[in-house]
């Protein structure tokens, strides 16, 4: 029968008393402290084998205010949506699980995304946690403000403080779009299209596209207007739009893998052949589990290197805005190419 108040714990209490010791006496057992008192091995035995019988465990909020440590790390993704086959998200949680895991933390993954934004950061902050990781907040979420007040130590993953309060860790998506023109170069590109879905201000578009664009003009491109394109409620028709005009692109930056693949589904379907007559270029090196031959040519980010730094932070401690930059590579895939002869004519 549950006990009054609905809990089945068993209490030091009852381990002391079935044991024959007081409480105390049980405490400095269970926690290790017993050899220190000089407490007798035989009742030191006996004392974890009733606790082990009673199915007997420590209190863990108890114990991590006698400890000053909870021995667990908080994740928080400002996206706020959890949607199903996410590969971004599905890996972004397995590294953070590992890397957590090496430093002998567990991680608390906060996912109640329709609460007000006060009961959220009150969750947070509730003693449950010793740091936050906070996956890629807007500059105007609400919640940075907050963390930024915080005591609780709080890591920004996959974006920068505008106010350089709070330590970041953020790829190098500068030198990543200097692969990607690099190699749209190299290969003769010059009608480049860029391709986004979401807000136009979306600070990851607009930072790769901006940085793409820096790039390219480097290396003596400048692309024309109107190739920036927003796929958002049309990308089926805005791909068909672009590839079917009188002065298509050769080659296509998709802002994520994910576009990438949406993209490759669609120029499938309306016979390109890729990269014969269209290059396709995404960010994030993710393999989405798409029914399409290739592996889109993408931006690589580690995301393990990600993880480690920003666990690290938390723990190691960091002075304020401290930020870590994780180098980018670029991987080719299968749907880089040349421009064909009678595009170089175009």
């Known amino acids: 029968m549950p006990r009054k108040?609905?809990?089945?714990?068993?209490t030091l209490t009852e381990v002391a008393r079935a044991a024959g010791v007081s409480p105390a006496t049980a405490s400095m057992v269970l926690s290790g402290k017993g050899e220190d008192v000089r407490i007798a091995s035989a009742t030191a035995a006996r004392v974890r084998a009733v606790a082990l019988d009673l199915d007997y465990s420590p209190n863990l909020l108890v114990?991590?205010?006698q400890q000053g440590s909870t021995g667990v790390l908080a994740f928080f993704s400002a996206f706020r949506v959890v949607s199903d086959e996410d590969a971004y998200m599905d890996r972004m949680n397995r590294v953070l699980e590992r890397a957590a895991g090496r430093r002998g933390y567990d991680l608390l993954i906060h996912c109640a995304y329709d609460r007000p934004i006060e009961e959220t950061y009150r969750a947070i902050n509730g003693g449950r946690a010793d740091g936050l990781v906070l996956f890629a907040p807007r500059p105007d979420d609400p919640i940075l403000a907050l963390m930024r007040r915080s005591r609780l130590p709080c890591v920004l993953l996959n974006t920068r403080d505008p106010e350089g309060v709070l330590p970041?860790?953020?790829d190098d998506y500068e030198n990543g779009m200097a692969l990607v023109a690099q190699a749209l170069v190299q290969n003769g590109h010059r009608r480049i299209a860029c391709v986004h879905v979401g807000p136009n201000d979306s600070p990851d578009a607009a930072e790769r596209i901006a940085a793409l664009d820096r790039s390219l003009a480097e290396l003596g491109v400048v692309r024309p207007e109107g190739l920036t394109i927003n796929l958002q409620h049309r990308l089926n028709t805005a791909i068909e739009e672009l590839v079917t005009s009188p002065e298509p692109p050769t080659a296509i930056f998709c802002c994520t893998d994910h576009i990438a693949y949406h993209c490759l589904v669609a120029l499938d379907r309306l016979g390109v052949r890729i990269p014969e007559q269209l290059s396709l270029i995404g960010y994030d090196g993710i393999r989405w589990p798409f029914d399409v031959s290739?592996?889109?040519?993408?931006v690589v980010v580690d995301f393990n290197a990600q993880a480690t730094a920003a666990v690290g932070l938390l723990l190691d401690g960091c002075e304020r805005g401290d930020s870590v930059t994780i180098p980018t590579s670029f991987d080719p895939g299968t749907t880089l190419g040349p421009i064909s002869s009678t595009q170089r004519s175009n």
């Open 168 to 170: 970041s860790v953020k």
């Open 63 to 65: 114990r991590s205010l």
């Open 5 to 10: 108040g609905g809990s089945n714990r068993t």
């Open 294 to 298: 290739h592996r889109a040519a993408s």
